[in-house]
């Protein structure tokens, strides 16, 4: 394939640098705006080609060097070559180039991490030929890792006790994949297995050195193998736990602005929360001061933990709906002062703006984790006009983050 000399023009919407070629559009991953780049192209498409770095020939004064080994590897960083500031300049680009494309020519906020590596709270682990590892992106192949940098240093501190304990007892060709959350040093394993097997997994009991829960999976069925049932946690007054399955978000610390953001609207009203996960930000609304508050959520884990939470704190005013938003909502939105959405990346169900477009409903707030899938969503939602916008660094070093908006009905 052939080589060219680039100057990187701006951030294109995935974190890839943008440049031209013959007048065609190249997107290099790992580069950064007035670079100057030896750029390979490795693969053409009908509008645009996608190259990488060859030579760096003038690099940008804000390219740092990244702290993983894999990064470029794995494929589940973009952004470890440039400074934690200039990763939130690039972000806050990315979205005011979506929002005045789509219309809305608003300014916002950015709010970052507190910590920008070492931060996750989960990972997925596939077992490799020699080590654990993480499947690089769109390809089956395992990027076997020693450790993660954006992942809690307690995932770290047990992945080479794990991957002495499979790989010392051949235990890789059972595994499909390992499942870690952390919170307050304790920890949660759930291994996804193949196939059943009568291999005593309890034998990793003695050789970790933290709180441990460890879990067993096979065909949709976990059961506890030993230690921990599950974590609890006590946040703004709030009990609710942990569980190896259930949905919860991954940055502990930007979950909790948003949840407070949230509760800052809900006095007095009744509040409908699509999307509503394992019940934490539902619970909270409750808590604080909602008259009433209708959880909406699909997954069967994520509505019993929801339901656990609902009776540990004795939540008479929320009600947990188990099913599809698209389904549920229109029995619910007569009743609603405020409607809180916090879909999954695929973003909204049609039906559920539809829904809203016809409601009485005049507020809204739509949490999103993808900027492509929100604007759609508030395109459809034609009867809203986006009131506040800001962007949360939910997902740093990677080109992902969290949307919070308030809509308010025209
Ligand atoms: C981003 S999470 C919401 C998390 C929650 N707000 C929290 O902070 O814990 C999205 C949730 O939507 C649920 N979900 C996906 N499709 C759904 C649907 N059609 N109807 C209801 N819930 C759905 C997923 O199971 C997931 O728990």
Redesign the pocket.
């Known amino acids: 394939m052939d080589k060219f000399v680039a100057n990187i023009e701006e951030i294109g919407y995935g974190g890839e640098g943008v440049c031209h070629n013959n007048g065609k559009v190249c997107f290099v991953k790992y580069s950064l705006p007035k670079e100057k780049l030896l750029v390979e192209k490795i693969e053409e498409k009908s509008k645009y080609d996608i190259g990488q770095i060859d030579t760096i020939l003038e690099a940008s004064k804000d390219r740092t060097t990244p702290l993983c080994p894999y990064f470029g590897i794995c494929g589940g960083c973009d952004f470890q070559h440039t400074n934690y500031k200039n990763e939130l300049v690039i972000k806050k680009e990315i979205l005011n180039k979506q929002l005045s494309r789509n219309g809305h020519n608003i300014d916002f906020s950015v709010v970052a991490s507190d910590k920008d590596y070492f931060y996750r709270n989960k990972i997925r682990l596939f077992a490799g030929d020699k080590a654990l590892g993480l499947k690089k992106e769109k390809t089956n192949q395992c990027v076997e890792i020693s450790s993660c940098k954006i992942v809690d240093q307690r995932i770290n501190k047990i992945l080479p006790i794990l991957n002495k304990f499979v790989y010392l007892q051949n235990l890789q060709f059972l595994i499909n994949y390992i499942e870690i959350k952390t919170q307050n040093e304790k920890v949660l394993i759930n291994i996804f297995l193949k196939k059943k097997t009568t291999y005593d997994f309890s034998i990793l009991q003695n050789i970790t050195d933290c709180e441990l829960g460890l879990f067993e999976t096979i065909n949709n069925q976990t059961k506890h193998v030993f230690g921990l049932n599950n974590i609890s946690i006590n946040e703004s007054e709030l009990n609710y736990i942990i569980n190896p399955n259930?949905?919860?978000?991954i940055n502990s610390f930007i979950?909790n602005i948003?949840?407070k953001k949230i509760i800052e609207n809900v006095e007095n009203k009744t509040v409908v929360?699509?999307?509503?996960?394992?019940?934490?930000?539902s619970g909270m609304i409750s808590l604080n001061g909602a008259k009433k508050v209708y959880g909406?959520?699909?997954?069967e884990n994520?509505h019993n933990d929801a339901e656990k939470l609902k009776e540990n704190n004795n939540l008479i005013n929320l009600i947990n709906l188990k099913?599809?938003?698209?389904k549920?909502l229109p029995l619910y939105a007569k009743k609603a002062d405020l409607v809180v959405i916090?879909?999954?990346r695929n973003g909204c169900?049609k039906k559920v703006c539809l829904t809203l477009n016809n409601s009485n409903i005049k507020k809204i707030i739509y949490?999103s984790?993808n900027h492509a899938t929100f604007v759609r969503d508030v395109k459809l939602l034609s009867k809203y006009r986006i009131k506040e916008i800001e962007l949360l660094d939910m997902f740093p070093k990677t080109a992902n983050f969290e949307i919070y908006s308030v809509l308010e009905k025209i």
């Open positions: 259930s949905f919860r978000q979950a948003i949840y929360n699509c999307y509503s996960g394992a019940g934490v930000l909406i959520e699909l997954g994520e099913g599809d938003c698209a549920i916090d879909p999954p169900d949490i984790c």
